[in-house]
């Protein structure tokens, strides 16, 4: 455990979740007197222009940033900052006071941060590769540089002395921002909009999941239930986006393959009976877990115009599947993967998982070269996130000796797969509590690359959900304003208080 003590909290989250990339998993107390591993203390003088920031033990008020081996560290550190930040490691070095523009609070933030960080790696000699940032969508910094036309030299300086990003970072942001720019050319973002279809059902719950699903198999004979609710809302949604161009189409959860085959096609055709879904860009459906899919499952979405699903592995390591809860065989990935390519799917994703228990890079390479076997138009790579209500949070210490090792060779050996595949990383996003405070990347062939995964990151289009546990987010371009309508997660609530989903839905978009 960590203590946080701060006379203003003005701050906390920013320091919290700094904390939280340097010790993934670690909680935090606000008291004193806690059994801590340290104190981080914040406190804002009264003219509140200056910020006292520092570290130290229980048992002692003494700053604990100036370990002995300093030195030797600071080797190591000068290359990959910034020479205009060399003053600031200069003044961490005194330990002075920050001075902060209070008026300008993304640049104080920027500065605590920097602080902090130059704190925590004299402590644990670790570098972050992205630095201070600590938010999921670090692309969207570039892609807003780009538009304001600032040149790739230009955001290359800017995030490496704002937020410490190391180059390799920064180059991967301004890339994935172009290819974007690209992508999204043909959308109309005033009048566009897309949707978002939730099913909250899977065949199992995976070890690492937080998602709201739930095993299909409790909801065997009532899934008719949640359909019905869920087509009042699709209904209305339709209605009220009538004339409107639809740009993408998007089935996730859960698993949607995981409803019987009658189910998908009731609801495949519903939505194509009250959404424009053939004018669609794309059509994607989260087939997700090859325990889920059939060849007559595969036939309704082929029948129904679907342009792109997905068939999960996450590992080619029966062990590691078998541990993570599954439930399928390496063998079943193959084997669902080749039907999908005989019923005529030309653009399949495949999800993988870096950082999985008991995993190493050595597996990571052989996952890496089973999926390039069998060639999918998409891969997207996520690396582990340690979510507050997965099963592996809550046997955290179980587990915590078999999670991440080696995590940088596996995301170099993950990257450098996807390129050996002809595959382009198009878009990227975040989570808190990443193993090596790293990210998820999606990497695709030319022109498979899925849009609606680079607009639910950016926010640049309205996105309509409908279903449990979905959110829907209204962007009004023009008056650059954002608005949110979240629904219950539990599939039980959201068939009971359907009406009072529609009632949330229809205080912004009306009657």
């Known amino acids: 455990m960590i203590g946080i003590l701060l006379n203003d909290n003005s701050y906390e989250q920013d320091i919290r979740e700094l904390l939280m990339a340097f010790y993934p998993g670690e909680t935090f107390a606000h008291q004193e007197g806690a059994e801590v591993s340290f104190y981080v203390e914040g406190k804002v003088n009264e003219a509140r222009d200056e910020f006292e920031l520092r570290i130290f033990e229980k048992t002692c008020s003494t700053c604990r940033t100036l370990p002995a081996a300093l030195g030797a560290q600071s080797a190591f550190i000068w290359p990959d900052f910034p020479p205009e930040l060399l003053p600031e490691w200069g003044e961490f070095l005194k330990c002075a006071p920050i001075r902060l523009p209070y008026d300008d609070r993304t640049v104080s933030k920027s500065k605590i941060k920097r602080r902090l960080y130059f704190m925590l790696y004299a402590l644990t000699g670790k570098l972050l590769p992205w630095g201070t940032l600590t938010g999921i969508r670090p692309t969207?910094?570039?892609?807003?540089?780009?538009?304001?036309?600032?040149?790739?030299?230009?955001?290359?300086?800017?995030?490496?002395?704002?937020?410490?990003?190391?180059?390799?970072?920064?180059?991967?942001?301004?890339?994935?921002?172009?290819?974007?720019?690209?992508?999204?050319t043909p959308l109309n973002y005033q009048e566009g909009y897309s949707l978002y279809i939730g099913i909250p059902f899977c065949p199992t719950t995976c070890l690492y999941c937080s998602f709201p699903s739930y095993p299909i198999g409790k909801w065997k004979g009532r899934t008719g239930d949640y359909l019905n609710a869920l087509f009042k809302e699709i209904d209305y949604t339709a209605v009220k986006m009538a004339g409107r161009p639809l740009d993408t189409v998007y089935l996730g959860g859960g698993t949607p393959t995981a409803l019987p085959a009658e189910d998908l096609d009731a609801l495949l055709t519903r939505l194509r009976a009250v959404f424009p879904v053939d004018r669609a860009l794309e059509f994607t459906v989260e087939a997700g877990r090859p325990d889920s899919i059939t060849r007559e499952k595969l036939q309704v979405l082929k029948g129904h115009g679907v342009t792109r699903i997905s068939i999960n592995p996450q590992t080619m390591k029966q062990e590691t599947l078998d541990l993570i809860g599954r439930r399928h065989s390496v063998e079943m990935v193959r084997e669902t993967f080749a039907l999908a390519r005989e019923l005529g799917f030309d653009n399949i994703n495949m999800d993988l998982i870096i950082g999985l228990p008991g995993e190493t890079s050595r597996d990571v390479k052989n996952t890496m070269e089973q999926i390039k076997e069998l060639n999918p138009d998409s891969v997207t790579v996520h690396s582990l996130a340690i979510k507050r209500a997965s099963r592996l949070n809550l046997l955290w210490e179980e587990y915590r000796d078999k999670?991440?090792?080696?995590?940088?060779?596996?995301?170099?050996?993950?990257?450098?797969?996807?390129?050996?595949?002809?595959?382009?990383?198009?878009?990227?996003?975040?989570?808190?509590?990443?193993?090596?405070?790293?990210?998820?990347?999606?990497?695709?062939?030319?022109?498979?690359?899925?849009?609606?995964?680079?607009?639910?990151?950016?926010?640049?289009?309205?996105?309509?959900?409908?279903g449990a546990g979905t959110t829907t987010k209204l962007i009004f371009p023009a008056e650059n304003r954002k608005e949110r309508i979240e629904n219950v997660k539990d599939a039980d609530q959201y068939v009971e208080r359907i009406d009072e989903m529609l009632r949330r839905k229809k205080l912004l978009l009306g009657d």
């Open 403 to 466: 999670t991440g090792c080696d995590i940088d060779a596996m995301a170099e050996i993950a990257a450098q797969g996807a390129k050996d595949m002809g595959l382009e990383p198009y878009y990227l996003y975040r989570q808190k509590n990443m193993a090596g405070n790293f990210e998820n990347v999606g990497y695709a062939a030319p022109g498979k690359a899925c849009i609606y995964n680079i607009l639910i990151m950016e926010e640049l289009q309205t996105i309509l959900a409908c």
């Open 140 to 184: 969207k910094i570039a892609i807003t540089k780009l538009e304001q036309g600032w040149s790739r030299e230009e955001i290359r300086d800017y995030m490496g002395s704002m937020y410490l990003t190391s180059r390799e970072k920064i180059q991967l942001s301004i890339d994935i921002a172009q290819r974007e720019r690209r992508l999204l």
